[in-house]
């Protein structure tokens, strides 16, 4: 693209035609894209356009994040963890689940809790509400949670993933 910006043209054969593109997303250093088709696919696309590796999940991604070391691709009814090819960890979600993966801490947020999991995707705790959780965030390695009316704080997690 010009001044700074980027292009990105889709260009699909007789064989794709049937299936949407629902979630897209760059990868974790930027060289490839990652699409996610309504069929349940996750394609892996070079700068050319051209796939380069598959992943099937079974329903339409909602959300597709990848960093440097992990992949996590989110349906309505669960999280899939892969590391390269190799599935390292799956959560059953509900359909109001939203994904956060900042600081090297995933967050599984639903209606009234969330889960906290390592980068791999093991499990390190869950925070549970009586209120409907508005907002989660990472700052500073403290993890916030936020109702309509009341705020919590949880301190120390960037220890628990160290060890």
């Avoid at 956060?100 to 967050?107: C, D, F, P, Q, Y």
Wanted: aromatic residues 8%.
């Amino acid at each position: 693209g010009t001044d700074g910006g980027f292009e990105i043209e889709f260009t699909f054969g007789p064989a794709a035609q049937a299936d949407w593109i629902y979630a897209a997303a760059f990868s974790g250093t930027g060289e490839t894209a990652l699409l996610g088709t309504y069929a349940g696919r996750v394609v892996r696309v070079d700068r050319g356009g051209k796939p380069l590796a598959i992943y099937d999940v079974g329903s339409a991604p909602v959300r597709i994040i990848e960093t440097e070391a992990f992949l996590y691709v989110m349906t309505t009814t669960r999280l899939y963890v892969l590391d390269g090819d190799r599935l390292v960890a799956l959560h059953d979600c509900s359909t109001k689940c939203d994904l956060i993966v900042s600081e090297g801490i995933v967050l599984l947020i639903e209606e009234k809790g969330l889960r906290v999991l390592t980068e791999d995707g093991r499990a390190l705790g869950i925070a549970l509400s009586k209120a409907p959780i508005r907002r989660a965030y990472l700052s500073d390695g403290e993890l916030f949670v936020e109702t309509r009316t009341q705020r919590g704080r949880f301190r120390g997690l960037h220890k628990i993933t160290a060890s």
